[in-house]
């Protein structure tokens, strides 16, 4: 069974500038998330889309930040524009149901850096 | 509010070597779910285990062994015998179906040396 897939793996970018992950579930899985990582920290949840319907966007800088999940399955992070603080580890994850029950299943990450 | 300490920030043993990441949590749900994910150099969190409130049993898997205790709110993590690929920072995480959020520790990253 494929994993949890997300693309880029890393990205470069100017500040100001518009960046965008995407993220493609592990097939079946009705919940997905979207946590940043910063260095020696542990992740922390942006968005949490069941179908596609976001159920916990609180954590989001909507100012800046916007997520979409148009079919229910996968999903597009975007900042715009891009600042110096947002260089972190942007991660993916999905689970089958239950958000706070079922364990969640990660991807590889994109590692953003903004210059 | 849910919280999870990792005391350890960095542990450094020699290959062979047993060793054990202490996770402590603080919940007020009855019904609740402790893991451990790994997350090696590559960056992936890799899955490790999960466990519900209402299984105090520990639970053995290879050189990998989980101890839950309820009593004192913890649910450490122990590795027998130790490898250089065991190399990783380790995340204790804690969920619940109230706050339908997983809340990670700080990480502690161990490093196996040859």
């Known amino acids: 069974e494929a994993g949890v897939v997300q693309s880029p793996r890393y990205k470069i970018i100017e500040k100001k500038q518009p960046v965008a992950f995407w993220c493609n579930p592990i097939s079946g899985h009705n919940t997905l998330y979207w946590y940043l990582q910063n260095l020696g920290q542990g992740p922390e949840l942006l968005i949490r889309?069941?179908?596609?319907?976001?159920?916990?966007d609180s954590q989001l800088p909507k100012d800046r930040f916007s997520a979409e999940r148009l079919k229910g399955v996968d999903s597009t992070l975007k900042i715009q524009p891009a600042e110096l603080g947002d260089s972190a580890v942007y991660l993916c994850?999905?689970?089958?149901?239950?958000?706070?029950?079922?364990?969640?299943?990660f991807g590889p990450g994109t590692r953003l850096t903004v210059l | 509010a849910q919280k999870v300490t990792q005391a350890q920030t960095e542990i450094s043993v020699v290959e062979k070597e047993d060793v054990t990441l202490d996770c402590v949590y603080e919940?007020?749900?009855?019904?609740?779910?402790l893991f451990w994910y790994k997350q090696p150099p590559s960056g992936e969190l890799v899955f490790l285990i999960r466990?519900?409130?209402?299984?105090?049993q520990n639970e053995i898997s290879g050189r990998y062994s989980w101890n839950f205790q309820k009593s004192t709110s913890s649910f450490n993590f122990t590795i027998t015998a130790s490898q250089v690929v065991d190399s990783a920072v380790y995340f204790c995480?804690?969920?619940?179906?109230?706050?339908?959020?997983?809340?990670f520790g700080q990480g502690t990253r161990l490093t196996i040396n040859p």
């Open positions: 994850a999905s689970s089958p149901g239950l958000a706070g029950v079922d364990t969640q299943y």
């Open positions: 995480a804690l969920s619940s179906q109230g706050a339908q959020k997983l809340v």
């Open positions: 919940t007020r749900d009855t019904t609740y779910y």
């Open positions: 889309y069941e179908n596609e319907e976001a159920v916990d």
């Open positions: 466990r519900n409130s209402f299984d105090e």
